[in-house]
């Protein structure tokens, strides 16, 4: 008897598609969707009890791994004293005050309980802030389902989008310009016709939602250049390298690469709430002093700054700090996209993979796609034959092409070994 058909048939009847995110539902592969019973370090157990080394660590957030011991002391310690008051902790202060201590271009921050919610409230702040109303995204990156932001190009350039759900009505995205990633002459042309409109720019620095690519070091100083010289603010969204592909993030990255570099807004998430529904957005204390109840713009939430989401974040913010911690998760990324790369290359299969800090992605292709575009080109139908592959041999990659991938510092050399073993297996039968 397959468990996980059984609960997935009977998902189906009860939730829509049998799953409550949608790229859960292996539809991209095909297959079925493999139920969690309950994960311990880098592993996950599936409804046959089955083991899995787990590489997308629920998306991000899991970079300790599943039950670090000093996590879920926090949190059990935390829950005994209350789940939830609708009044102000100690630990949302001590929380704030870590990530401004990590993340220097932030002198506030909000505490918000997912992604899309910091992502949602950074537009609205932007827009409030600056008085404009016009905001740039770019194509393949990800911000949350807010209405503005699912929205994809127009047909011409530097036009406004068209919404990419029903249920937007085109109206909501009117004021989204949406632009090719790492395309330096579109986001010149938009700031030229535009720019005295522009509240913010928004993107993800290293995109992890179209695989893993890298915004170009000439294209992010010229997005840093044209937000000064035209009064827009630009706002990273780094709810998925927030804490992830560096101790500073994906900003402290880009300004080694460029001297002086800061966006003026960030988004987090994942990380900062380490595996508990935690989010946050922050940015110079002029920007954030136009948030209520200081400022106009509204914002709010129940379980915002839920105290044992706090004690989680907090915990796991905790570990990473730890003196060599990012060296070493860093080092073991490397040697599992190296170890995927030869054994793609013993098999005559092209292979590209790139890693920062934990975060990796990699393309059956030569080179490395620099926009959406050239990432929907890659060859889905032999991924596909990649990724089941793999997850027959208790391997579990992102069930999409279009998503980067986790390690966690519970992955051990031989969880590398293992895979590398199982990748050259399935190389092979490619
Ligand atoms: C996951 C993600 C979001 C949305 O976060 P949720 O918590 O899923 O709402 C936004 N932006 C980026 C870059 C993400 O990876």
Redesign the pocket.
Known sequence: MDHNQQLFERAQKVIPGGVN?PVRAFRAVGGTPRFVQRAQGAYFWDANGKKHIDYIGS??PMILGHGHPAVLEAVQKAALDGFSFGAPTEREVELAEAILELVPSIDMVRLV???????MSTIRLARGATGRKTIIKFEG?????ADALLVKAGSGLATFGNPTSAGVPPEVVQHTLVLEYNNVEQLEAAFAQHGADIACLMI?PI???MNFVRASVPFMKRCRELCTQHGALLAF?????GFRVALGSAQSVYAQLIPGFEPDMT?M??VI?GGM?L?AFGAKRAVMEHLAPLGGVYQAGTLSGNPVATACGLATLREIRKPGFFEALSARTQSLVAGLAAAANEAGVPFRGDSQGGMFGFFLLDHLPQNYAAVMKTDGPRFNRFFHGMLNRGVYFAPALYE?GFVSAAHTEADVAETVAAAKEVFASL
Do not use: F, I
Not at 113 to 119: L, M, N, P
Not at 141 to 145: D, L, R, V, W
Not at 237 to 241: A, G, N, P, Q, S
């Open positions: 995110s998306w991000g309980s997912s992604g899309t919610e910091a992502g990156c990800y911000h949350g389902h993800e995109a992890g939602n969204d780094e709810v998925m390298t988004v998430g994942k709430g529904p989010a980067a």
